[in-house]
Each structure stands twice: as structure tokens, then as C-alpha cells.
């Protein structure tokens, strides 16, 4: 639970983001949406994340960057975004 929850530096999403050094990505997703995805995070209730899972795909993610696998990691992500994107659609259609 404590990984799930933090935040600035520490969190994984926000360290990747800066990594890229795209000032465009940076600017949108660490100054703008970040802060939003965070309140919602912290709103949502822990019935409705995958704290296991999402650690495991970081891992897997991570790994490709490593590599240096670029196509790898991007599908990771898309992957692990599109996971979450549905955990928020589904929790939205319930309330």
C-alpha cells in the first residue's frame, strides 16, 4: 500500500515521465494531470486498485528500459494505463 501511494519523487509514473526529458510530456503529465491522477488515487477506494499488480508490471516496464527494449516498454505501459483506465471506467458505471 505504501508503494501504491507515493508520490512526487518517489512515485514510478512521475519518475518515468521526467526520465524522457520531453519537455511536452513533462509539462503536461507532471505540472498538470499528475496532480489530478493523485487526487483521484487517494479518493478511489483500495477495493478498486491492484497494488500487486501494478508493482508487477513497474517491474516489467522498468526491466525493458533497462534493456533498452523502447517498443517493449511503450507496450508495457499502454498496457498498464489501459489497465487502470478500465479499474476508473468500471468504478464510474458503478457510482
Same mark, same amino acid.
Given at each position: ?5 507515493q ?8 519518475? %518515468? %515521465? ?9 509539462t503536461?503529465l ?6 489530478l ?12 486498485s491492484r ?9 516489467y516496464i522498468?526491466?525493458?528500459i ?7 516498454a ?11 483506465? %478500465?479499474l476508473?471506467?468500471?468504478? %464510474?458505471?458503478?457510482?
Open positions: 500500500a505504501s508503494y501504491f501511494h508520490h512526487g519523487d518517489f512515485d514510478f509514473h512521475y519518475r %518515468i %515521465i521526467k526520465a524522457s526529458r520531453n519537455h511536452k510530456l513533462v503536461l507532471c505540472d498538470e494531470l499528475y496532480h491522477l493523485r487526487m483521484y488515487r487517494y479518493q478511489s477506494p483500495r477495493s478498486h497494488p500487486k499488480e501494478a508493482l508487477d508490471e513497474h517491474k522498468l526491466q525493458a533497462k534493456n533498452g527494449d523502447e517498443e517493449l511503450e507496450m508495457l505501459m499502454r498496457r498498464h494505463i489501459s489497465g487502470s483506465r %478500465i476508473i471506467e468500471q468504478q %464510474i458505471v458503478k457510482e
